[in-house]
């Protein structure tokens, strides 16, 4: 029996507490649940101001060498600055934690280490100090709140063989219905009580941490302990998502989910809920919403016992990346007796807990979780052996799953047949469906995953239209709620006026010098690169290229074309400044390559055995396949077996050999794995791999790394980390001081400086669809025809007006595949605005045609800005 009246518990996180704004919020919601009928008390759990928790950290690292008196300093200021802004004296308020941190890393220093129980003192003053704070602000405005210290409130389940480190750092409490708690807060004359997430005690009294994201945990264990009316988890993202809303934009919001569901999509890497939250208010039945602290309007997600509708259904589609997956085959007899027992027991002697298993009569196979089990190369190199004494085992790094998460999965298989098909050309490791029907998963290839992904989404949620579970998309969602609108800082923003003018001479792509200057800058000043090579074929444009030649970059070049456009516009340019990479070319191309004195990349052995006259006495660059390709579509991911590029390791013996015949020296080499790739190991990971082929080739003084560097395309998503690729390459050039390294991407020099401009013919309603139609279309350009490629579509005339449709932006050419954009969200257009498509500075206009015999768009450079270098 709940005792009356009832508690509602909101939980507040990291970035929903660190401005006044917020708080604001925070404040009006209080007072909104106080007024509710059924829950006339509240109780407020929230989490230490953002970045904080990972400051404190940086203390306890610090402090041993007495070295933690700026991160400090930053704490303590960020605080202040806060009480500034809300208003209250955050010296006074915060007193008592600003000494006890002062006095912990003194300590520690002169210690010289931190110890569990001391590291959990730290921590815990995050959440102390941000709700000191906020009870100081809230309580200023309604007058009923009181702080609480967390501590005083749960008490952790004691486990007196575990390690020091669980014990104090992530420990975890019982959830069960507290009555003296719930007797000792009817008693106070305030209905608010503001606490900590993530805190709480043991049996001697001491600080204890509940684990890392424990503060959803904290406000789980008191709305059992409270029997709650409801649990909110309040955060920066409307709710729990069709797909993961930063990779696939069209990912719509579930409205209201069951506990089952919510936790397999929390444990299958959707990250708005600590998965650990729900198994306490699953058992009290308790409600929980997640709702987003800067829309409070917006409705968010309902977990609870009851479902929409009773029926089979998919409800999402997730990937967790960073998967291993290890497979075994029996060395003894068919259907050998105890072969399961004796594998698993072996990871269990190296403490690896399995996630997924699939077994056939000679074969079993699992997958290891990354969030669950500490996976360097040498644990598991230590559990190859181990299991090589009862089986052979062959590890599989670099894997993800796909899973599709949902009820009763296995009864629709049949509807999901066409789904599946986007698997045929995927190598496959494994495929596991729950024994609880909650999910099918597929293991993949990391690389492909995320394309997967999407593609499953479009095929199992595009025509779905809104209902009970699917609200809108997350697209619809940013485009109208978030406070930015996606590239809000993008150059063009600024230059609207001369673009809207250029248009009016017809579809145009315009150039920003500003853009390619800055993107050439950022890859000439990496340390680590030696030369960058812009691959034209990404824009061939004169400008462009004089621009870029002026800046010290060099020329990739993929055909005879190539190179003589090259060669007429700088007939001075320097042979090391011009790259000839050639792929299944005729022999004329390459003695073409050689007598227009550039280095030629030799990407087969065919050229060496058919007509070794033309390389004899020559020196090459020699192009190899890494055997596994990136990218963001499968046809540009230009590695692997499948791939008709580079020569396979295999074949570099003997590559070797022909070339030691003629008197051919290899004096470079070259691999290029993809395009639009986003993380940031890739190219060392490349320079690795070349320096091991370097072994057959003793020449070798030059690693091409080849291009693929990404952009951001869709909004949200984060920028390649150019800073990490120096640093991950400065460490390789450590290892190897006299190898010159290489870049030769055309998509980051160009993409972002480009868009393409066209203006609105005729608008069309269909059904539920409303057609906005340019005057050019996939004559000027093709990638979203082509790879499915992704371009942020704006309504420039109407910049700043809220987007109102959601409309198939067209062009005029007769293929129903003439789409530039599939539902986006415009502004009303009317016949005349102009649309602007961003990034479409690469391969635009280099690919564009006169399909229809309609001329492709124009091409203008934009004036340099006044105010530029
Ligand atoms: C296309 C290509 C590049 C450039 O690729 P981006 O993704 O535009 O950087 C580099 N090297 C080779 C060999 C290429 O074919």
């Known amino acids: 029996m709940a005792t009356n009246p009832s508690w509602v518990v909101l939980k507040f996180g990291g970035t929903s507490v660190s401005s006044r704004g917020r708080w604001e919020t925070i404040a009006e919601v209080i007072s909104e649940r106080l007024t509710e009928e059924a829950t006339g008390r509240v109780m407020v759990v929230c989490s230490a101001l953002s970045g904080v928790t990972n400051q404190l ?38 007193h008592e934690e600003f000494s006890a941190l002062e006095r912990l890393a003194l300590g520690a220093s002169l210690v010289g280490e931190v110890s569990p129980r001391v590291q959990a003192q730290i921590l815990s003053c995050g959440e102390l100090m941000s709700t000191r704070l906020g009870a100081a602000f ?37 959830a069960s219905i507290d009555r003296e708690l719930q007797a000792r ?106 709702r987003c602290t800067p829309e409070p309007r917006q409705e968010g997600t309902v977990i609870a016992a009851q479902a929409v509708g009773q029926g089979p259904q998919v409800k999402a589609v997730s990937a967790k990346h960073g998967v291993t997956v290890i497979s075994m085959e029996t060395l003894g007899m068919w259907q050998q007796v105890g072969f399961l027992a004796d594998t698993f027991a072996v990871f269990k002697e ?73 698997f045929e050309e995927q190598q496959i490791y494994l495929v596991s469906q729950s024994a609880s029907d909650l999910n099918l998963s597929f ?26 579970l699917f609200g809108p998309s997350w697209e619809e969602l940013s485009g109208r709620v978030l406070p ?82 090259i060669r007429e516009l700088f007939p001075q340019l320097e042979t090391g400044r011009l790259l000839f ?39 090459v660059l020699v192009r190899v396949d890494p055997g596994q390709g990136a990218g963001h579509h499968r046809y540009v991911r230009t590695a692997g077996p499948k791939s008709k590029f580079g020569v396979s390791v295999e074949e570099l013996p003997r590559l070797a050999e022909l070339a030691e015949q003629i008197n051919l020296k290899v004096v470079g080499l070259h691999a290029h794995v993809g395009s639009g790739v986003r993380r940031a190991g890739t190219w060392s990971s490349t320079a690795v791999f070349l320096a091991q082929c370097r072994a057959h080739f003793p020449d070798v003084r030059w690693l091409n790394l080849g291009g693929g560097l990404g952009v951001p395309e869709r909004p949200g998503q984060e920028a390649l980390d150019l800073g990490a690729v120096d640093a ?76 109102e449709v959601e409309a198939e932006i067209v062009g005029p050419i007769c293929e129903s595949g003439d789409v530039l954009g599939h539902a986006r969200w415009l502004p009303r257009c009317a016949e005349g605005d102009v649309l602007l498509l961003a990034n479409a500075g690469s391969y635009g206009r280099a690919m564009s045609s006169r399909y229809n015999l309609r001329e492709p768009a124009a091409e203008v450079m934009l004036p340099a800005l006044e105010l530029g270098e």
């Open 185 to 290: 807060l009817a008693g106070a004359s305030e209905r608010v009580v503001m606490t900590q997430g993530f805190i709480a005690s043991n049996d001697a009294g001491e600080s204890v941490l509940l684990g890392r994201g424990g503060s959803d945990t904290s406000a789980a264990y008191l709305a059992a302990a409270l029997q709650a009316e409801r649990l909110e988890i309040w955060t920066d993202v409307p709710g729990m998502f069709s797909a993961n809303p930063r990779q696939v934009a069209t990912a719509r919001l579930l409205k209201r989910l069951d506990y089952a569901e919510a936790q397999e999509l929390a444990t299958m890497g959707a990250r708005v809920l600590h998965p650990r939250c729900l198994g306490p208010v699953r058992e009290h039945n308790i409600a929980l919403h997640i």
């Open 484 to 565: 930015q609108a996606p590239f809000a800082d993008a150059w063009w923003r600024g230059r609207r006026d001369e673009l809207l003018k250029l248009a009016e001479q017809g579809a145009t792509y315009a150039y920003s010098p500003e853009t390619l200057r800055t993107q050439a800058a950022r890859l000439t000043s990496m340390a680590s690169i030696d030369r960058v090579f812009f691959a034209i074929k990404a824009n061939p444009n004169p400008e462009i290229l004089r621009l870029l030649e002026a800046r010290g970059l060099g020329f990739e070049c993929v055909s005879p074309g190539e190179v003589a456009h």
């Open 138 to 174: 809230v309580g200023g405005l309604l007058k009923e709140v009181r702080w609480m210290d967390a501590r005083t409130l749960l008490r952790t389940v004691a486990e007196p063989h575990a390690s020091l480190r669980r014990r104090y750092l992530s420990a975890a409490c019982e």
């Open 581 to 619: 990479t050639p792929n299944f070319a005729p022999r004329r191309e390459y003695e073409q390559g050689f007598e227009a004195g550039a280095m030629v990349t030799l990407d087969n052995l065919y050229p060496l055995e058919a007509w070794p006259e033309v390389f004899e006495g020559r020196e």
């Open 350 to 422: 190296h403490g690896l807990s399995i996630d997924m298993v699939a077994t056939s009569e000679s074969e079993v196979s699992v997958t290891l979780d990354p969030m669950a089990n500490a996976l360097d190369p040498a644990a598991l190199a230590r559990l190859q052996r181990d299991l090589g004494r009862t089986c052979k085992a062959r590890i599989v790094e670099g894997c993800a799953v796909v899973s599709l998460v949902g009820r009763q999965v296995r009864s629709i298989l049949s509807q999901l047949a066409p789904a599946l098909n986007v």
């Open 728 to 803: 991950s390459l400065a460490e390789f050039k450590k290892a190897h001081p006299t190898l010159e390294l290489w870049l030769e991407p055309g998509r980051f020099l160009v993409s972002e400086a480009g868009v393409l401009l066209a203006r609105v013919t005729q608008l069309k309603t269909k059904g539920a669809y409303h057609y906005v139609g340019l005057e050019t279309g996939m004559n000027s350009l093709i990638r979203p025809a082509l790879y499915g490629a992704y371009h942020a579509i704006v309504n420039l005339t109407r910049q700043g007006e809220a987007p």
């Open 443 to 468: 293991v993949v290839d990391e690389a492909q995953a995320d394309r997967l992904v999407s593609r499953l989404h479009q095929l199992l949620f595009g025509e779905q239209g809104p209902d009970a």
């Open 57 to 94: 950290e940086e203390i306890i690292a610090q402090a041993p060498r007495g070295a933690h008196h700026e991160v400090l300093a930053a704490i303590v200021q960020k605080h202040l600055r806060l009480g500034d802004d809300l208003g209250v004296d955050a010296e006074l308020l915060l």
